[in-house]
């Protein structure tokens, strides 16, 4: 089943497009360390980009943080995300770990992350290998460091505007960076998504580096060097303003401050070495941390009375709203985390179990809601219910039980495509929740398409009915 684009994947394209079509065969400039003019534009149109060289950072962190690289990487958890972009299944080119608090999630691309937690206060994690608990401690330390940098920077930020007067090495399927000719690509040009807004993000960069610092300032070479690792930055959909490829070296740290994420757009640009960044963001999780969903659940059982030996429920309310919430929760549920956790397999299992309780809980509450919907379609089908009453219900739920048998077509499919089949064993999609049409533990098929008929059925012979009593 093909999902239709969002208004803003729509305009994003089409943007895309119209800037595309005004260059025609021509290359956007843009600048290097190189160029003359390349500082100077810099503090002119890209202020809120700092860079701090490696030579600001203590020899100390620098060797526990690339050590900590080398140590997830040789436990193999740094793992290729099957994103969903314009309605495709897209593997990344770089591979990927998100860190932070515990309980937390990142969605990017339509893919929600789970975090392996690192070591907060009065946390007890269980981490697969020791070094990988190690490595976790050392990524926070390196996001203490960077929170205060930030904070540094954006005391300077200020204080300039006061006084101012206003990890791979490159591979074919890199796709080449489409407005200035910059090269290949490892990251394509985008902002990062779903951060709080106006908040820093601070990005170390560990290249290995071989011989490129010496053709890096070679005055022979024109445009960036393709073997140094770069970030590269535009204005957001500017054509008369130059872009800035800045190389990036061992132990380099940039900083993106208050809305430049929001005003530019950045890309990574491949070098000849092996890479690994980590990158430290603010997400915006007032909706993706385990403590939220959990509080959704409650609400959404709050309409529960009691449940019968044999799993059945009765339900406190009929009340059309209160269905509706609880349907939509019972989807939130199994779209945003259960089946959005299992697409990306056992991947998680690698560095540490923290998530197994939590999943197994969410799925044990979802098991509840699929009982509740069971409920209240018992309610519906029930003889001498007051025909305004099962039209209210019938308009509350018949939207959420549409949606969900749309996205169970549409995730059972995405695990069962051809690019998902090439994923390592422990990192294959699994769809989860699923199960066969006469399985007695649940009190609903998996596929709602003959109930969605019965309802919509349902609810035509009701409205007319309506109409003429009126």
Not at 183 to 196: P, Q
Not at 213 to 236: A, Q, Y
Not at 242 to 258: R, S, T, V, W
Request: proline share 5%.
């Amino acid at each position: 089943m093909k999902r239709t684009p969002t208004a803003e994947e729509r305009e994003r394209e089409a943007k895309k497009l119209r800037l595309l079509e005004e260059l025609e065969d021509t290359w956007l400039p843009y600048l290097t360390p190189r160029d003359d003019e390349f500082y100077q534009q810099w503090q002119l149109k890209y202020p809120k980009l700092v860079l701090r060289e490696a030579d600001s950072v203590s020899e100390e962190l620098h060797k526990e943080v690339q050590e900590a690289f080398l140590t997830v990487h040789k436990h193999g958890c740094l793992f290729r995300d099957l994103v969903r972009i314009q309605g495709k299944d897209v593997l990344t080119p770089v591979s990927r770990l998100l860190i932070g608090n515990p309980g937390c999630t990142y969605k990017y691309l339509n893919t929600r992350l789970f975090t392996v937690p690192w070591p907060v206060k009065d946390s007890t994690i269980k981490y697969t290998e020791d070094e990988i608990g190690a490595a976790c401690q050392t990524f926070l330390k390196l996001n203490d460091y960077l929170h205060i940098e930030t904070l540094h920077a954006l005391e300077e930020l200020a204080s300039k505007e006061k006084y101012s007067g206003d990890a791979v090495p490159k591979m074919s399927y890199l796709k080449e960076e489409p407005y200035f000719g910059m090269g290949k690509m490892a990251v394509s040009w985008h902002h990062d998504e779903n951060l709080v807004e106006r908040s820093a993000v601070a990005v170390y960069n560990y290249s290995c580096e071989g011989s490129e610092e010496e053709s890096d300032n070679d005055p022979h070479l024109e445009g960036r060097d393709p073997d140094t690792w770069h970030v590269g930055f535009k204005i957001s959909w500017d054509i008369d303003t130059p872009g800035l490829a800045i190389p990036l070296h061992q132990g380099d740290c940039y900083f993106m401050l208050d809305d430049l994420n929001a005003t530019h757009q950045h890309c990574v640009l491949a070098g000849s070495q092996p890479r690994f960044s980590s990158t430290h963001r603010v997400a915006e999780c007032s909706m993706g941390t385990l403590d939220y969903i959990l509080q959704q659940c409650q609400l959404a059982l709050r309409n529960l009375r009691d449940e019968v030996d044999d799993g059945d429920v009765s339900l406190k309310s009929l009340e059309p709203t209160i269905l509706k919430q609880g349907e939509e929760i019972h989807n939130e549920v199994e779209f945003e985390w259960l089946r959005q956790f299992w697409f990306q397999g056992n991947r998680y299992k690698k560095c540490t179990d923290w998530w197994c309780q939590p999943m197994t809980q969410l799925e044990g509450l979802w098991k509840k809601m699929e009982r509740v919907t069971s409920a209240v379609l018992c309610e519906v089908r029930r003889e001498g219910l007051p025909m305004e009453q099962r039209i209210g219900i019938l308009t509350a739920i018949l939207a959420s039980l549409t949606t969900r048998q749309n996205l169970r077509r549409e995730w059972h499919a995405r695990c069962q495509s051809r690019i998902a089949r090439t994923l390592p064993a422990d990192q294959k999609p699994e769809c989860r929740p699923y199960w066969e049409k006469d399985d007695p533990s649940m009190p609903l098929p998996f596929d709602l398409t003959d109930i969605i008929s019965e309802l919509k059925g349902q609810l035509l012979e009701a409205k007319p009915s309506k109409e003429h009593m009126s």
